[in-house]
Structures are given as structure tokens and as C-alpha cells.
């Protein structure tokens, strides 16, 4: 969004690289540039929102002509793994803010923890959304006190486990191609699978969004380090932390949306 | 980097050797160089597009016939002969009844023989299957009649009819070296090359036409800036599109895609089995709507934050209102046809049902996301259209535009109603309620449109009109889109679409709109943006020619189809009944006119680059801000930022500055009267 003056690596004296920070050449102010940045990042936003609204729109239409197959679906999975990512995401827009906070304040060791801690928050979510809730539906490998276990118990394959015992397996889930995955025997509902797409392709594509933002989060912390932000250019920050608050957004809505409603 | 003295060339000088400037070209930021390359490559995708409907309207000229050929082994005797039953080419057996139909001998003699009549035909002898009427026998709409020809050579001593089939009036197939295609393999080539016509004027031409070229180019300089807000998002779009369009490229070069360019679930998600055509496809427009969302959204902060000292909302020229409507749009309507053709990709790849019945999915869902954004979109196309002919027919009737705001305010009531009237496009699959409603949401569209109408109208009433080609093609488009406009009614009324969805008329309908509006309009600002773009005049004679050309040929191509629709030729069809012919073959003149037509276009403008009298600061007497720049503009636009002392259009108050009326474009014989009335 911005355009660095290549001259401002030619300065030798003390000053940090954010206070020679030189604004594009068609704005006419820096403040201006920034206005826009966010304006266009806003506009983007919206955007992004729309796209998540194509998930939830289907999401009602699909929930209004088959309950019966939602509230099976929401059953099987697991609550307690969701309100878990929900407190890590929760955790990591705060951490977020307060790293931009702390650039506008200059305290750079503190907005670069911040970043950090943002950063393995995102990792910690992405992480389990694929250790404990894909690869245990995909492998047929589930939690013990996955709820799904319990709607099955005829199907637990008694001593056939992983992980110390973490893990109970389940016949007829595991070591299918996803596309049968959504389609998996103990549906009850035959609309169950259409759960399932929706469930996959929302959270899938939210996942998607939060492994960006962490992109955009590590490309923030290293610019950091080089002293590229500071009190009176911090663009990047600021818009990292609207895209990360973005992400934490939409899963505040599909959290109680696919976990909590049934 | 200021002063008179410091001399910048133009955008388009020469950086140095060619690779230098290829580097230059494909790393610049600069907007005008970005939408000069659009520009082209938007023609280039015209031309493919073209090409296309070229082929489809060839196609056409003759209805696709299924012939059946008899062939009658050995000399028969006729109760052998005479066959009591016909095996039509898709298996289906008719039976012929006698006192229904007629075999009748073609021997030289002319003897009729009825069927059931005993009589031995003689090897070698043809034989024609006759309706009572004596007609070619037609059971179910195929002509199954063909020539019994006796065979001797092979003739097995009992003698028997065989039954083979040809096809006539095909014309793809055989393009392709394919002479003995079935009808089935035909209609199937058929549907890709309209599928390729569609995706391509829809996805690469018509949507990034006009905002991604001359909006580009003229959208910062007309507000007075030296860019766009994001230079690098600019040149990132402009890269998207390129790849969105090898993506949709590399579909169609693999044999194409046969869904239509609207990826209708179950076409979509069931053609093309294991096969990534269609994925890729999906996924080509996909991405270039990203390129899309990202010039939309460059544009309305531009808007918002760029504009020269003293130019408040009202002082900017319409193109820039319109194109900040039609950048609204594409920011809110196209994430929705993201997620839309991305789920469909899912649906595919992962086997997964969300549109697709069979999988338990909605198919009316996928109509419904499809057009939330596809129908705002038709604006996207039509608003910036209508924004250069705010402007390009105030200038060159050099008259203050009729009702400023009013057109100001339709492209954002536009804007705004092109979001809620999608259900039109599925009348049929909905309850009679939101029917009712979405027709008579359809029809608030009028409003907006019409008032624009109105006022271009009421701004060339005492204008002194220069009929030059841009005005030229401005009332073409006041004329075309008006009866592309008031055809939509029709279309929007319950009772009548019943009857005319999905046929000719629909297809005249928005052939009329998208390119009797867009394209014209596009011409119409490619011809008065030319001069400032590349610094040249071009051939005003021949531009003339060929726009009155292009008139012609698109009205007798597209208002025969008008008659094929009320008298209910469907659309997507390779074959019609024999009724239709004439006026096919009638459209299919009309678009090998255009094709003349634009041909001409492209040679005018190729000379003009070649060997174009320099063009002046300001050709047409305008008043906006880009004729105040050099033509072609400098690196930066102007030497100095521009500081706003008049409306765009104030030509009742404001002499148009560097304006020297030497630049109109005088016609040759009025030169020589005017001399000849001096001496």
C-alpha cells in the first residue's frame, strides 16, 4: 500500500526507520495515505464478509428445509474443542490490539511479543482444528469424550486405539476419500452430508483466512524488528490487526452457529 | 521534479532498448501504461470472443438435419422391401403404417408403387419414404425419410433394408475435420463454442471493460491526481486478470467447456466427468473476479481521497461517478460469485453435494448466489458506459449537461436496485409472491435508467453537435440501449416472460444492452479518450464508415432474433424448425457486417498508431480535467497539480481552456466552403 523511499536506506544517522518513512508519491499527506489504506482495507473487509455470507446463507437455507439433519450434525461434533479455538482467538485479538497499541506508543520489545503471542494463537487454533476435529473424522481416530464416540457405540472397535489411549477408533469412518467422508454410515438424516459440506467449506475456509492472517502477522513482526513501525507509521499493523479481528469475527458467528445450535 | 524547465516525456516514451521497455511495461505502476495494457488485452479477448459468435451464428445458417439413409440389399420383392417399421438414429422404432405413408419409386418411368402393394424392385433402384402429403416422411421432428438405394455388390441373396444415418446442415464438426459427427457430437461442440462466447464478452470483455481501461487511464486524471490510490493493488489486478484469463484459455483450448457461461448446477457439477475443464473454469472466474474486487476497490478510494484541490463531489465529471457506482457494486456483489463458484469447485473436487440434487444439494441455490452477483454485475457493465456518454455528449454537443445531479444520483439508485431485483432471472423456480415482488422490483430499474435517458436527450436539444465518431457513437447507443431497455419490460412482466424467457428474445434483449450499451460505448470513449491516450488523430472518415457499419450489421443481427424469440425459438439450440431459417441466416449477415465493421475499427486505429497526425492538448473543446494534461499525458498527468476553477461541464460560462477551435476535426468540404465563401 505504501511506497518506501529507496533514498531512506541511504540515511546514516540513529534515526529509526518509521521516522524516515516517506509516503507515496501521489498522496498529498501521510495522514491522507493512511486514511485511504484504511478505507480501501475497510472495503476489503466487506468484501471478505460477503463471502463468508454466501457459508451462512446457505447455512440457513440448508438448516430451515432440513433441522432434523443439522441438529444430528451439530451433535457429532464436539463443543468443547470449539469453545477451546473460540478462547484462543478470543485471546489473540487482544494480543493483536495491544501490539498496535504498543507501536503507537513505541514500545517495540512489547508490540513484537504481542506479535509472537498473536501468531502461536493462530497456530494453537489452526492446529487444533486439524489434530482434534479433521484428521480424527478423516482417520476414523476420535477423542474419547468426542460426543461422536457416544452416538456410535456400536461401531467402536474395542482396543484399536492411539496416542496412549487418547484416541478410540471408530469402524467405517476413517480412510475414505473426503468426498465419501461427507457421506459417512452412521448418517441417520440422508440431508446429514449437506451438513457436512457446509461444515467443511465454512471452517475450511475460514481456516484458510487465519493461516493468511498469520502470514500477514510474521511479515509484520520481522518489518517490526527492522524498526519499520512507529508512532507515526504503523499502516501495516493496524491493517493486520483489522484482517486478524476479521477472522475472529466470522468464527464468532460459526462457533455458536455449527457447535452450539442444534 | 517541478518547473517548466524540467522536461517530462510522455508515459509512452521509449525507457530504452526493447527488453527494457518490456521490464518497464510489465513492472509498472503507472496506471495509464495498466490500462493501456487492459485495454488490449480486453480487444484481444473481444476478438477471441468474436470469433466465437461468428461460429455460433454460422452454425445457424442451416438447420441440423438427421437424414436416414435406407439401403435395400438384392433385388426385393416389395412386401420385403417395403419395411412395416423405420429405425430413427437415436434407436427409436417407428412404425409405418400403411395408408399413412408412401414409398414411392424414383425409377425414370415415375411408377408410384403404394406401400403394401406387391413389387419387386429391381438392385440399384431408388426409393423415397413420402408422407400422405408426399412430403418427406418427419416422425418426431426428424426428417427419417432418405433414398432406398438397392445394392448389388454386397447384396446377400435374400435381400433386407439397412438403415444408416447422416447429418446434414452441420457445420462445426466439419470445421474441426470431424465429417461424420453425429447430431449429438455436433450440439455438443455447438454448446462449447457458446459457453466460449459468453464466458469470454461476460468474464474478460464486457465486466473489466471499460473500468479496468479507460477508467484506469482517465479515472485518475480527470480528478486531477497523478495515480490511482493503490498503484501496486493496480498492476496486482491487472496480473490477476492475466491469470485468470490462462486459466480460462487453457480450459478452452482443452476442447471448453459446455455449461453456458452461467456454470448452471447440474451442467456444472455433473459434465465433463473427472475432467478439470469446467474446474477450470469455475476457477478462471473466480480469480478474475478478484481482479475485479481489486480495481473496484482502488477506484472508490481514488475517489474518496484524491481528488484535486477544489473539486468537491459535484464538480466531478459523470464517467467518474459511474465508475465509482459500478466500483460499489463490484465490491459487494462479487465475493458472493466467489464463494458461489468456489463451493462449486468443492462440490467437484471433493464430491462433496451443496448444488448438485443428486448429491442432495439445491441447484435453485446456485441460480440464487449466481445472480445476486450477476445480476448487479449487468450494471457493472452498463454503468460506466453510460458514464462516458455523460460525458462524451456534453462535449461534443458543447452544452452543459441536463441535470447533473439526476444522472449523478441514478448511477447510485442504480447501484443500489441492482441489488435487489435477481430473482427476475428465475421466475419460474420461485413461489408466485416473490415473483410478483422481484417483477416489480425489476422494474424500479427503469426509473434510474430512464431518467439518464432523459436528461442525454435534453442535453443535446440547442446543443451544437459535432457528428463526429464518438458522437456518432453515442446516438447509436442512446438508440440501441433504448430498445434494449424498453425490450427488458417484457421481460419483466409475469405474464410475458412466461412466454419469452429463455428464447431469441432474451438473448436480442440483452445483446441489445450489453453490447448496444457497452461496447458502444466503449467505442464511443475509445474514439474520444484516443487522441489524449496514444497522442494520434485517427481516420475520422472511416470511423464514421465503420461505426455506421457496425450500426447496421448489429441491428440486422440482433432485431431478427427479436421476431425468433416472440415466435419461441429457444435459445442454446444448434437446430430450429425450417420456419426459422430466413431470419437466422438474416442474423448471421448482421454479425459477419460487424464483423466488417470492426475490422475496419482495428485497421483505423492501427493506422492511426502507425501514421496518425499528432493530436492536439485538447481535440474537442472539453472542459474536464484530462485535457488539461499533454496528449499523451506525462509520467505524473500534469506538470503541476491541477486546481479546480469550473464545473466539468460549464460550457455556458467557461471557455474551454487550451482550446483552439483549429482542432475540431472540420469536415474537408465545409474547409472548402468556408474558403470559397472568403474569396
Known amino acids: 500500500m505504501t511506497t518506501l523511499d529507496p533514498h531512506s536506506h541511504a540515511g546514516t544517522g540513529s534515526a529509526a526507520r518509521w521516522m524516515k518513512y516517506v509516503h507515496g508519491h501521489h498522496w498529498r499527506t501521510q495522514t491522507e495515505e493512511f486514511d485511504g489504506c484504511k478505507l480501501g482495507f475497510w472495503l476489503f473487509l466487506t468484501t471478505e464478509v460477503l463471502l463468508f455470507g454466501g457459508i451462512f446463507c446457505a447455512y440457513a437455507i440448508f438448516r430451515t428445509l432440513y433441522p432434523q439433519a443439522w441438529a444430528e450434525g451439530s451433535h457429532a461434533l464436539n463443543w468443547k474443542i470449539g469453545a477451546f479455538n473460540t478462547a484462543v482467538l478470543l485471546i489473540s485479538s487482544y494480543t493483536m490490539a495491544a501490539s498496535i497499541y504498543s507501536i503507537q506508543t513505541n514500545q517495540q520489545k512489547r508490540a513484537q511479543m504481542n506479535l509472537i503471542v498473536t501468531f502461536i494463537c493462530g497456530l494453537l487454533f489452526v492446529g487444533i482444528k486439524f489434530a482434534l476435529e479433521y484428521v480424527p473424522k478423516w482417520s476414523g481416530y476420535f477423542l474419547v469424550w468426542d460426543p461422536a464416540l457416544h452416538h456410535h457405540t456400536a461401531s467402536i472397535v474395542e482396543g484399536k486405539t492411539a496416542l496412549f489411549g487418547l484416541f478410540q477408533f471408530v469402524d467405517g469412518y476413517g480412510g475414505k476419500r473426503p468426498g465419501a467422508l461427507f457421506d459417512h454410515p452412521f448418517a441417520v438424516d440422508p440431508h ?33 524488528r527492522k524498526g519499520d513501525y512507529g508512532p507515526t507509521y504503523y499502516a501495516g499493523v493496524e491493517i493486520t490487526g483489522l484482517y486478524w479481528h476479521l477472522v475472529d469475527l466470522i468464527w464468532i458467528f460459526l462457533f455458536p452457529l455449527l457447535y452450539l445450535v442444534h | 521534479m517541478s518547473g517548466h524547465d524540467h522536461h517530462h516525456g510522455s508515459y509512452l516514451t521509449s525507457k530504452g532498448a526493447l527488453f527494457t521497455n518490456i521490464v518497464d511495461w510489465a513492472t509498472t505502476v503507472d496506471h495509464k501504461k495498466i490500462g493501456v495494457m487492459y485495454l488490449f488485452a480486453i480487444l484481444f479477448m473481444f476478438f477471441l470472443g468474436g470469433i466465437a459468435a461468428i461460429a455460433v ?162 479515472l485518475p486524471i480527470m480528478l486531477g491526481a497523478k495515480d490511482v490510490a493503490f498503484p501496486r493493488l493496480n498492476l496486482l489486478s491487472w496480473y490477476i486478470y492475466v491469470l485468470g484469463s490462462i486459466f480460462a484459455v487453457v480450459s478452452l483450448l482443452a476442447t471448453g467447456v459446455d455449461t453456458g457461461w452461467t456454470f448452471y448446477t447440474p451442467y456444472s457439477s455433473t459434465t465433463d466427468p473427472h475432467h478439470w475443464r469446467v474446474v477450470f473454469m469455475v476457477l478462471a472466474a473466480f480469480i478474475l473476479g478478484f481482479s475485479s474486487i481489486l480495481t473496484g476497490l482502488n477506484f472508490i478510494v481514488t475517489v474518496h481521497k484524491l481528488r484535486a484541490p477544489g473539486m468537491g463531489w459535484f464538480d466531478m465529471p459523470l464517467f467518474v461517478w459511474a465508475v465509482y457506482s459500478s ?88 447501484a443500489g436496485v441492482s441489488f435487489i431485483v435477481w430473482g427476475h432471472h428465475m421466475f419460474s423456480s420461485m413461489s408466485e409472491v416473490a415473483s410478483t415482488v422481484f417483477s416489480a422490483l425489476t422494474f424500479l430499474v427503469a426509473i434510474p435508467t430512464a431518467i439518464k435517458v432523459f436528461n442525454w436527450i435534453s442535453t443535446l436539444y440547442k446543443g451544437s453537435i459535432a457528428l463526429t465518431t464518438p458522437m456518432v457513437y453515442v446516438l447509436i447507443f442512446l438508440f440501441l440501449f433504448s430498445i434494449g431497455g424498453l425490450t427488458g419490460l417484457p421481460l419483466g412482466t409475469l405474464s410475458t416472460d412466461l412466454h419469452l424467457h429463455d428464447s431469441y428474445f432474451v438473448v436480442a434483449h440483452f445483446h441489445y444492452v450489453m453490447m448496444g450499451g457497452t461496447i458502444m460505448a466503449l467505442m464511443a470513449g475509445l474514439h474520444h479518450w484516443w487522441p489524449k491516450m496514444f497522442g494520434k488523430m485517427y481516420n475520422e472518415k472511416w470511423a464514421t ?15 431478427t432474433q427479436f421476431f425468433l424469440g416472440t415466435r419461441g425459438m429457444p435459445r442454446r439450440y444448434a437446430s430450429y424448425p425450417d420456419e426459422f431459417a430466413l431470419l437466422h441466416q438474416v442474423s448471421t449477415v448482421g454479425s459477419l457486417l460487424l464483423l466488417v465493421g470492426f475490422v475496419i475499427h482495428a485497421l483505423v486505429f492501427a493506422q492511426s498508431l502507425m501514421a496518425g497526425r ?8 472539453g472542459l474536464t480535467l484530462e485535457w488539461l494534461a499533454d496528449s499523451p499525458p506525462s509520467e505524473h498527468n500534469f506538470d503541476h497539480e491541477p486546481i479546480v476553477t469550473h464545473g466539468p461541464y460549464d460550457y ?20 472548402a466552403r468556408a474558403k470559397a465563401e472568403a474569396h
Open chain 2, 545 to 559: 464508415i465503420a461505426a455506421l457499419i457496425v450500426f447496421i450489421g448489429f441491428n440486422v443481427t440482433f432485431f
Open chain 2, 57 to 218: 451464428r454460422l452454425e445457424l445458417v442451416h438447420p441440423v438435419r438427421e437424414q436416414v439413409v435406407l439401403t435395400v440389399s438384392g433385388p426385393l420383392v416389395a412386401p420385403i422391401m417395403n419395411p412395416s417399421a423405420l429405425t430413427t438414429p437415436d434407436g427409436k422404432t417407428v412404425q409405418l403404417e400403411p395408408g399413412k405413408h408412401l414409398v414411392r419409386w424414383t425409377e425414370k418411368d415415375g411408377n408410384e408403387v403404394r406401400q403394401g402393394e406387391p413389387m419387386t424392385i429391381a438392385a440399384g433402384k431408388k426409393v423415397d419414404v413420402l408422407d400422405m402429403k408426399g412430403k418427406p416422411l418427419s416422425v418426431d421432428g426428424k426428417e427419417v425419410t432418405g433414398t432406398f438405394t438397392a445394392d448389388t455388390t454386397t447384396a446377400p441373396p435374400t435381400g433386407g433394408v439397412k438403415t444408416s444415418t447422416t447429418v446434414k446442415g452441420q457445420l462445426l464438426p466439419k470445421v474441426f475435420g470431424k465429417t461424420d459427427a453425429s447430431v449429438a457430437e455436433g450440439n455438443n461442440i455447438y454448446n462449447r463454442f457458446f459457453t466460449m462466447h459468453g464466458a469470454i464478452m461476460v468474464f474478460m470483455v464486457i465486466v473489466p471493460s471499460i473500468p479496468a481501461s479507460l477508467g484506469n487511464i482517465f
Open chain 2, 614 to 621: 499528432k493530436a492536439p492538448k485538447n481535440p474537442w473543446g
Open chain 1, 192 to 224: 446429514v452430508p449437506l451438513w457436512w459440506a457446509v461444515y467443511y467449506c465454512g471452517t475450511a475456509i475460514h481456516a484458510a483466512h487465519v493461516l493468511i492472517g498469520m502470514a500477514l502477522i510474521a511479515r509484520v513482526y520481522f518489518k517490526s
Open chain 2, 652 to 671: 455556458d460560462t467557461t471557455v474551454p481552456p487550451h482550446w483552439d477551435p483549429k482542432d475540431y476535426p472540420i469536415p474537408a468540404e465545409n474547409l
Open chain 2, 327 to 414: 466500483g460499489v457494486i463490484q465490491v459487494l456483489a462479487t465475493p458472493v460469485i466467489g464463494i458461489t463458484l468456489l463451493l462449486l469447485v468443492f462440490e467437484r473436487v471433493f464430491d462433496i453435494g451443496i448444488f448438485d440434487p443428486a448429491k442432495g444439494g439445491d441447484p435453485v441455490l446456485y441460480q440464487h448466489f449466481f445472480w445476486f452477483y450477476s445480476h448487479p454485475v449487468v450494471y457493472v457493465m452498463i454503468l460506466p458506459g453510460m458514464g462516458i456518454i455523460s460525458d462524451v455528449l456534453a462535449v461534443h454537443s458543447q452544452k452543459k449537461i441536463f441535470g447533473y445531479r439526476a444522472i449523478a444520483f441514478s448511477s447510485l439508485g442504480i
